[in-house]
């Protein structure tokens, strides 16, 4: 069983997101704390992609110094970045 | 063929890459040979950019054809160094070869390469236009554990740089715009190839062919390839034996691509190549960060890191390496 612990909209999103731009067959059992990078599914041009979908997705702007695998490495990591980044809280620290 | 230290007396440091440069003259001229002889082809062609790699290769050629049967192609575009293009015709000088000028940057304002790549610099910087240059660069994977991301520099007619995050269909617009490049000129090699029954050789050192530092379809095509397995710094050695011109060996690599100077260490390598080198043969045979560390004058965990972009980068860019996928094989084509 899959534990969504960030909000639920935001990370139906971010699979559905994931699931089409990556051809991701399986992205219903991809494990929400799940690396992508380690699963070969993001490189350095998918995160480029990620931050265009959550700027334009969620109305927020990514910083340089926020594209960082501790943001963005996961289905989790990413909707907690995005909760940390609508409440305007810190979101560059490694 | 590195030469072994003895048992228990050196540590790891550049000298661990030393080969026997005239063996590995002897071996790879020989395999030259026998690859042409495979493909029944003639002789060899190739573009000569004036930097190492290419220098090395076609003292290589010459040996093992002679220098007859060696081809050589300069092919500046609107971009190109000029200090390239009499490099490029010293070591052709120097070798007794023929050579030919194909100058490709009308071929590529044709097909719209600079007016490409200009118009998804605009999407960013809508002054650009004449007077200006552009480059990319990479995030240095010793800095941190981050991305490797790659940002945009333009500089104005003033002389002022601007460093730029780009969003990805700008970044893979200028890149594409650019490969035009390394395309056209793959282009004009078979052309002369195939017009005089020769192979086309490429140029990549170890170091290129590992990281997919080139262009598939580009620089990357090629029927042999004969420095692929060389360390950077064994290219070097080779050359000093091989009698490359002094002047030569002392350029510093760069790509000679983009509009502004760039070493090879901005656009792709996280640290210059006598390093990389180290640290590649390190994570290849397996030897401690520590050691690597000693001899790169890099601490541990910098050498791990360097090791997770090596890692990252061969991920990133293995379909470089495949040809055409198939559904199934079909086994009467062996590859």
Redesign the interface.
């Known amino acids: 069983m899959i534990i969504e612990k960030a909000g639920d909209t935001d990370t139906g999103a971010i699979r559905a997101f994931l699931a089409a731009n990556f051809f991701l067959d399986d992205a219903d059992d991809l494990e929400a704390g799940a690396s992508l990078?380690e699963h070969?599914i993001m490189?350095?041009?998918g995160?480029?992609?990620v931050v265009?979908f959550i700027e334009h997705t969620f109305g927020i702007t990514v910083e340089?110094s926020e594209?960082?695998?501790s943001n963005?490495d996961s289905i989790q990591a990413i909707a907690q970045f995005v909760t940390r980044k609508k409440n305007g809280q810190s979101t560059s620290e490694? | 063929m590195n030469i072994p230290p003895a048992p228990g007396m050196l540590a790891f440091s550049a000298a661990t890459l030393t080969i026997d440069n005239a063996a590995e003259t002897e071996r790879i001229v020989a395999e030259l040979r026998a690859q042409l002889r495979g493909m029944r082809k003639r002789g060899l062609v190739l573009g000569l950019s004036g930097g190492i790699d290419s220098s090395v290769s076609v003292a290589l050629a010459v040996r093992a054809v002679g220098a007859k049967n060696v081809f050589c192609l300069f092919m500046p575009e609107n971009d190109s160094d000029p200090e390239s293009l009499r490099l490029g015709r010293l070591v052709a000088d120097t070798f007794g070869i023929e050579a030919a000028v194909e100058d490709i940057g009308p071929t590529l304002q044709a097909m719209g390469c600079y007016e490409r790549r200009d118009g998804f610099i605009r999407e960013l910087v809508p002054a650009y236009g004449p007077g200006w240059a552009s480059k990319i660069v990479i995030a240095n994977s010793l800095s941190?554990?981050?991305?490797?991301?790659?940002y945009l520099v333009v500089q104005d007619p003033e002389g002022r740089q601007t460093k730029l995050?780009?969003?990805?269909a700008v970044?893979?617009g200028i890149v594409a715009a650019t490969n035009m490049k390394q395309r056209t000129r793959k282009q004009i090699e078979y052309y002369h190839a195939d017009r005089l029954n020769f192979a086309v050789l490429g140029t990549p050192n170890r170091l290129e062919y590992d990281q997919g530092f080139f262009v598939k379809n580009g620089d990357g095509a090629a029927d042999v390839k004969p420095i692929a397995h060389l360390y950077k710094s064994q290219v070097y050695a080779l050359a000093a034996h091989l009698g490359i011109p002094e002047e030569i060996c002392r350029r510093p690599p760069t790509t000679d691509t983009y509009t502004l100077e760039q070493t090879q260490e901005e656009f792709y390598f996280s640290l210059p190549y006598d390093r990389m080198d180290l640290c590649l043969y390190g994570l290849n045979h397996g030897l401690s960060a520590e050691e690597v560390g000693t001899a790169t004058q890099l601490t541990a965990v910098e050498v791990e890191r360097v090791w997770a972009d090596i890692a990252?980068k061969r991920?990133?860019t293995r379909y470089l390496h495949l040809g055409p996928q198939l559904v199934r094989p079909v086994d009467e084509i062996a590859h």
Do not use: F, Q
């Open positions: 990078l070969g490189d350095s041009t995160v480029l992609e265009g340089d594209i960082l695998p963005l490694r | 941190g554990d981050g991305y490797n991301i790659s995050r780009m969003p990805p970044y893979l990252a991920k990133a």
